[in-house]
């Protein structure tokens, strides 16, 4: 017995020594670090389909794959399903893609856009992707009811008109999108024009989770859902699933959890574990130096870049301590208008409304140049919808600073009376009805004016105010609160940023329905905690279109 005793006393020894060493330094064999990367607030809809802020569609994009890809410089990627050689800069990339594009134009002047999906990819939940998957979002992205960010709807696609104008299942069926076999389909485009391939850049998300597969059958035209009810797409928002290569944990106390998907088409992704942590802007390089932070991507503003350069010995932005890389012209911040709420009459398309909604741009507009310039100094300039010739609402109106503020309030006060608002001495004195005297901006300033908007809101308001109007300027430290008012049809006005590489495709009839303010087109800023992440292993060459997002799967930490 107390042979036995003696026995066992040393293979638990044994085991415990054994514990200690796989705790060593060799970093192989200890249990998984994760990446923390730093990020504005989550405005937790993760969703393939309705994520609006930039912050929630970042996240997104680590959990799906996409239909269209780009390579650096914003090029469609036709074969990459066996992996495309493309040069940039005098070298060749690889890029792989799920799908092979073919194009076939007609003699009429349309096009024939076929997708040929890989057939061994699988959703982190193991369920195959087929075709119907792609047919399934399509239809989501295409229907009548569907009000997220992707502008698939509004292009030139056979029988898109007609299946959009039709709320009920009148029209049951795109006659331009159509599944050809188990693996591909074929969009018929009016247009030979290369931008559509460039606007079809959606998730692939999977049937069976965000849709109903007891609605979905294709040759009797029902594709998942009840045409104009996407309420099961709605339901699966704050938990995202798809082929990506990762999978979404959970998000709790302002941290996003992910995890590897060891079914990634393209490989099990060498970072097993991802926490995307909630900070200010300000706050993200102090993280990094306190070795909380990884990763982090703060706005270019002349401080932040100043700081990370005063804390490199060198003095440049790619330095030992804090490695930055500038990505030029990678972001655009916009002030959007909601136009249901900010119309007259409750008619959010009639000449009233938007010329109610051009006063307020047309002030909001003007102070773009001073302020965008103290922000962010050389490394951001105005930016301008060109829409001179697409009957949009130039806003570059008394945009010249010299005399030009008081010039533009009376350009102000011109659209004003246009919209039926009642001037005495040049002043607001009723407004007509269903509009107000009073509207609210939401500012995602931290509650501290920290936001490249925030300067261009003050003194908007200050000027409207000596006029009658009232611009009251909500600046929140959450980014939800903002969101759910966004998406939930209560916001007026807010702030927020496209990412450049969706802004060329922009639709005409934002501005001429005045419902975005362009304001600044600024460069991303990317850094990287070199003593964590293994540098050589981010892509080289970051262009807005291509960075180290699009293969984070193949980032290692040291």
């Known amino acids: 017995m107390r042979m036995r005793k003696t026995i066992a ?7 415990i020594m054994a514990g200690f060493t796989g705790c060593g330094s060799s970093g192989k064999e200890t249990e998984e670090k994760a990446l923390i990367i730093a990020q504005t607030d989550f405005s937790q809809c993760f969703s393939p389909f309705f994520a609006r802020s930039t912050t929630d569609r970042e996240l997104t ?66 369920v195959p992707m087929t075709a119907d998957d792609i047919i399934f979002s399509l239809y989501v992205f295409s229907d009548p009811s569907y009000d997220g960010e992707e502008v698939v709807y509004a292009l030139p696609i056979e029988g898109m008109e007609s299946y959009r104008a039709s709320a009920d299942t009148g029209v049951s069926r795109i006659s331009g999108i159509e599944k050809t076999g188990d693996y591909t389909v074929k969009i018929h485009a009016l247009t030979t024009e290369p931008a ?17 597969a007891s609605l979905y059958d294709y040759d009797a035209g029902s594709f998942g859902f009840t045409k104009g009810d996407l309420s099961k797409a709605r339901s699966k928002s704050a938990v995202p699933l798809g082929a990506g290569p990762y999978r979404f944990d959970k998000y709790k106390n302002k941290i996003a959890y992910l995890n590897s998907n060891e079914n990634f088409y393209l490989g099990s992704p060498k970072i097993k574990r991802i926490e995307y942590r909630t900070f200010s802007d300000e706050g993200m390089v102090t ?50 208008i909601d136009p249901g709420n900010v119309c007259v009459g409750g008619d959010p398309a009639s000449d009233a409304s938007k010329n109610l909604r051009r006063a307020i741009a047309t002030m909001l507009s003007v102070y ?93 308001s200050e000027a409207l105010s000596s006029v009658g109007f009232t611009l ?42 005045v419902t975005e303010i362009p304001v600044y087109l600024c460069s991303d800023l990317f850094v990287f905690a070199p003593e964590k992440v293994s540098l050589d292993t981010v892509p080289a060459n970051q262009t807005v279109f291509y960075n180290y997002k699009n293969e984070l799967y193949n980032l290692e930490l040291k």
């Open 61 to 126: 994009q680590q959990t799906q794959i996409y239909l269209v890809n780009k390579d650096r410089e914003g090029n469609v990627i036709m074969k990459g399903t066996k992996g495309e050689v493309i040069p940039f800069e005098k070298k060749d990339y690889t890029y792989y893609t799920p799908c092979d594009i073919s194009t076939a134009e007609r003699g009429d002047g349309t096009m024939d856009i076929t997708f040929k999906l890989r057939n061994d990819i699988l959703f982190s939940d193991g």
């Open 368 to 460: 773009r140049d001073v302020t965008v310039a103290s922000y962010f100094g050389e490394n951001a300039q105005i930016a301008d919808y060109d829409l001179s010739g697409a009957g949009g609402y130039s806003y570059r109106e008394a945009e010249e600073p010299e005399g030009g503020y008081e010039a533009a309030l009376g350009t102000a006060l011109g659209y004003f009376r246009a919209a039926g608002y009642m001037i005495a001495n040049g002043m607001l004195t009723a407004a007509p009805e269903g509009a107000k005297l009073e509207y609210t901006a939401y500012v995602n300033g931290d509650g501290k004016g920290n936001h490249p908007c925030y300067g261009i809101l003050l003194s908007a």
């Open 472 to 513: 009251t300027i909500k600046d929140i430290n959450d980014a939800k609160e903002m969101w759910d008012a966004v998406s939930g049809g209560t916001a007026e006005i807010w702030c927020e940023e496209h990412k450049s590489n969706s802004y060329a495709s922009f639709p005409y009839f934002v501005a001429d329905s």
């Open 9 to 15: 006393a040393v293979l638990a020894l044994a085991l």
């Open 196 to 212: 559509i391939l460039s606007n079809l850049d959606v998730a692939i998300a999977p049937l069976h989770y965000y849709g109903d």
């Open 287 to 336: 993280g990094m130096l306190e070795g909380k932070v990884d990763i982090a991507g703060p706005s270019a503003s002349d401080i932040t870049l100043q700081q990370i350069e005063a804390n490199n010995e060198s003095g440049e932005l790619a330095g030992e301590t804090l490695y930055a890389e500038l990505i030029s012209g990678a972001a655009c911040g916009y002030i959007g």
